[in-house]
């Protein structure tokens, strides 16, 4: 059990997957928990009711009882939100940032010298303790509370500590990479469909399907290369849902993906370390 308080600023898609997945952890207590956002009162009552958690506005938040924010709002409200906790904030409280593309670098800049910052980068399986979750911790931050972050990150899947500057090809691959998956579940589903199943059967068998291709990539010693060539016979009908998949862009479209969200995380960051400079 952790014995920290943890305030979320912010109560979307991501806040919930990741208070879904550590209250399902058991590591905190719901009564350690308290979620925050701007306005909107009727998701708050949800959470509460959902989780059994604390949920109220912003500005109701008491700052004294709190160890750890996280920061789960959009990126684009990061300067509205440092400067609200700027003066507020003690050096032993530590921010843990969700936010694409916002570095640790201009974290620090905003706020009081020496404030400890942790960037995160998770996905929405933390709802169902899945998540694959990047870590990486500002300048001014103690081992305890990197030790911490790793223990909280695990509650909502696997956790990995990595140099800031990867988070954005983390972000491709991982923060994102969900989104690539439905997409493929969707056209598969839509396949199915055509070939006469039922919808909801497509789903059933094509989910289990990437499950068990990811369940013996994580659980086998052979590379994705062996474990597709095991698959395929020759001349038969891998080969030619291979061929087809190929003619279409296949493969190389989703690593297409993966480099096209990686290089808008690069250019969120570089959009506001801009506009950062200007103000100096
Ligand atoms: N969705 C995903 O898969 C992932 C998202 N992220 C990151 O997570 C963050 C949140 O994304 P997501 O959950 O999808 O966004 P949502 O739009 O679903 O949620 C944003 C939330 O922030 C609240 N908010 C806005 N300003 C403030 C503030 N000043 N103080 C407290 N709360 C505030 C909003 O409240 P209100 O509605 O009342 O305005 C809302 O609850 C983003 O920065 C994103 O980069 C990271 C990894 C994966
Ligand atoms: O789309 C986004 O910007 C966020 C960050 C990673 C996943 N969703």
Do not use: W
């Amino acid at each position: 059990m952790l014995k920290q308080r943890v305030a979320f600023l912010g109560a979307g898609n991501m806040a919930e997957a990741m208070i879904s997945g550590i209250v399902e952890s058991g590591k905190l207590a719901p009564e350690q928990i308290i979620v925050t956002n701007r306005s909107n009162q009727e998701r708050l009552n949800d959470m509460k009711v959902k989780y059994g958690i604390e949920a109220i506005k912003k500005d109701e938040l008491n700052f004294e009882q709190i160890d750890v924010f996280i920061l789960a709002m959009k990126p684009k409200d990061i300067d509205t939100v440092m400067e609200d906790l700027k003066d507020r904030l003690r050096p032993e409280q530590v921010l843990i940032s969700v936010l694409a593309g916002i570095s640790t670098a201009y974290m620090e800049e905003k706020l009081n010298d020496g404030q400890q910052v942790i960037r995160v980068m998770p996905n929405t399986s933390s709802m169902l303790r899945e998540s694959a979750t990047a870590i990486s911790p500002g300048h001014h931050v103690s081992m305890d509370q990197v030790v911490f972050t790793k223990e909280l990150m695990n509650c909502i899947g696997e956790a990995y500590i990595i140099e800031e500057s990867q988070m954005d090809i983390f972000t491709g691959i991982a923060g994102s990479g969900p989104a690539y998956f439905y997409n493929l579940m969707e056209h598969i589903e839509q396949a199915g469909v055509e070939g006469g199943m039922d919808r909801e059967m497509a789903r059933k068998i094509g989910a289990q399907t990437i499950l068990g291709a990811a369940t013996m990539m994580l659980e086998r010693e052979e590379t994705p290369t062996q474990l597709r060539k095991n698959v395929t016979s020759p001349n038969g009908t891998t080969a030619a849902g291979l061929d087809a998949l190929d003619e279409h862009g296949g493969g190389e479209a989703i690593a297409e993906a993966v480099k096209g969200a990686a290089s808008r995380s690069k250019e969120m960051r570089e959009e506001l370390e801009k506009v950062f400079a200007e103000q100096k």
